[in-house]
């Protein structure tokens, strides 16, 4: 089986929606059967937003494909996931998700990486970086590089492409 853990896979909606859980390796969700994935990156409009402040931030991102679920975690200066950490780390990292927090508002075209997993037998993306997209090219050449990787790099391609390359 090949990995791609650690890497921020570039998918579609359409390709991340068929992921699966591994049964065999913890943390990681299977794609087309061969690769093992942890990370991905999306670039679509916001179309959906839930903030309960200083817990978290669900909101979705549709790139015309589908319609990925996402989670922005707002409780680093609560959760005792972050407790052995150096204060002053834990502090910045809350700041930067806050920063992320304002910058997810719904019809925003946005980049979007973070942590591939599962959450009541869905697979979600927990964000760890969020960019917003000025160049309206941005979202063409996303589902390009989609395609071309899908094809080259991760062995399987669910859109149509006649290609001969």
Known sequence: ??????????????????LTPSPSHPNTVIHKGTHLLSRAETL?????REHKPDRFLKFTVDDGTGCIPCVLWLNQLTSPYFSRRCPP??????EVAKSFATLIQ?????RV??????????VQLTVSDVVVERDPNAEIV???ECVRLAKKCY???NVNVNDSG
Not at 1 to 18: G, R
Not at 44 to 48: C, L, Q
Not at 89 to 94: K, L, N, P, S
Not at 113 to 122: A, L, M, S, T
């Open 155 to 157: 062995g399987c391609l």
């Open 106 to 110: 719904i019809g925003v075209s946005a």
């Open 44 to 48: 679509g409009i916001i179309t959906f």
């Open 89 to 94: 780390d834990v502090r910045r990292i809350a």
């Open 142 to 144: 996303h589902w390009l």
């Open 113 to 122: 990486r973070g942590k591939v997993g599962v959450y009541r037998g869905n």
């Open 1 to 18: 089986m090949q990995s791609l853990h650690d890497t921020h896979v570039k998918l579609l909606a359409f390709d991340f929606l068929s």
